[in-house]
Structure formats: C-alpha cells, structure tokens
C-alpha cells in the first residue's frame, strides 16, 4: 500500500478540465511544500510535470497546475489533449526518516 | 542534454547480489544529489535511496535498510547501488533520477533497468 492515496483513475473529454488528489499525512504533504507530480506513458520512465506544490519546470505545458490543501495535494489538467493520457504519480517529502513517498498512481483516460 | 543510462539488472536468485550502476552525462554531476528509485510491475514508483553530491549523506527506505549500499564515483560521473540478499519483492525496473538543487524531487531520470529476483 502506498503512503499517499491516489484515485485508480480519472476520465475527460478532450477541451475538459479534470483534478486528481493525492491525500496524505501531517507528516508528509500537510507538513512541508514540496510535492511533485510525475507522468508516466507507456513504458517510458517518469517525467517531472510539478514541482514544490506548483511550479513548472522548463517545457512542460502551463495546462498542468498543481495546488495543496491540509494533507492533500491536487494536480488539474486543463484543456485535457489525447496525448495528457498516462499514468500520474503524486510524491512528497516526509521528513529526514522516510524521505520521500510516492502516491499508487492515477490512470488518466482521454475519452 | 542531461542523460542518466543505468545498467546492470537481470535475473538473479533469491538471496543473491547484484550491482546496479547509473552513467550520467550533460550536467555537472558532481554539483547534484542521485537517487534510486524503484517500480514494481504494475505497480507506483518507490523511493529507495539518495545520496548526496558529496557523498555525505546517503538515506535508504526501510524495506532495503541494510541490503542496499549506495556510493558515487564523481570522478567516473556514476553511482552505484550494490543490492545483496535480494528477495522476490525487489524484482522491479530500477530508475536513477536526478536530486533537485534542494533534493525533494526527481528533475531528470534514466531509462531504468529491470531486475528479476526469481528461482
């Protein structure tokens, strides 16, 4: 069982806006403002799309916005394209013991 | 361009060793922390060890504390993760990802490399 929840899936029409949570702890994502969301297409390795909460990193689509309320932390995907199909991985840091902990991920499905 | 190849998976027993290692290139390596991470087939990501661009601090998750040793060679740009008495639930593709300047996320990964731990 992963440490932060993620809805298995997610669906959108191409134009639409869809949201996907990841809850965790006052020890992880309630307590500190760095976490990051990943994609994952088929077969590929992960690809940094959200940092410290809500930050872009150079290339990636302003469609992509992140935010955190309390313990859980939301990724939305505006404008929804067929390509934004893929897997998605929330991931926090939870202090110098445990460090880093990853959501079970969200499929995310372009109707 | 920055590039992160990682090498070294296959099959081995359970019980067995194997050594890992994570060829990095385009960015100046020895300015940035490394991490492991780890994905179980079907599975999310698992963080499983970082360390720091000195060397200075290494942290492992729980489930390899012990098992699992990570160390760098700046001078070659590589790190290494030497896994011994590996079990059935280490069979996973394993990544390297970049540390941010901070650490607290992955900027960069490889393409991972697949370990098998099966008899």
């Known amino acids: 069982q992963s440490a932060l929840t993620q809805p298995a899936s997610v669906s959108g029409s191409p134009g639409q806006s869809i949201t996907i949570s990841c809850t965790g702890t006052?020890?992880?994502?309630?307590?500190?403002?760095?976490v990051s969301w990943y994609q994952q297409l088929p077969g590929k390795a992960p690809k940094l799309m959200i940092y410290?909460?809500?930050k872009w990193p150079s290339g990636v689509s302003n469609r992509f916005s992140g935010s955190k309320s309390g313990n859980t932390a939301s990724l939305t995907i505006s404008g929804l394209q067929a390509e934004d199909e893929a897997d998605y991985y929330c991931?926090?840091?939870?202090?110098?013991?445990?460090?880093?902990?990853f959501g079970g991920g969200t499929k995310l499905t372009v109707l | 361009e920055v590039q992160l190849v990682e090498s070294g998976g296959g099959l081995v027993q359970p019980g067995g060793s194997l050594r890992l290692s994570c060829a990095a290139s385009g960015f100046t390596f020895s300015s940035y922390s490394i991490n492991w991470v780890r994905q179980a087939p079907g599975k999310g990501p698992e963080w499983v060890s970082y360390i720091t661009s000195t060397s200075g601090t290494i942290y492992y998750a729980d489930s390899v504390k012990g098992r699992f040793t990570t160390s760098r060679d700046n001078a070659k740009n590589s790190v290494y993760l030497q896994m011994n008495s590996l079990r059935a639930e280490d069979t996973a593709v394993y990544y390297c990802?970049?540390?941010?300047?901070?650490?607290?996320?992955?900027?960069?990964w490889g393409q991972g490399t697949l370990v098998t731990v099966s008899s």
């Open positions: 410290e909460v809500n």
């Open positions: 991931c926090s840091y939870a202090g110098s013991s445990t460090f880093m902990v």
């Open positions: 006052s020890s992880d994502v309630g307590s500190y403002d760095l």
């Open positions: 990802a970049r540390g941010s300047r901070g650490g607290y996320y992955f900027d960069n």
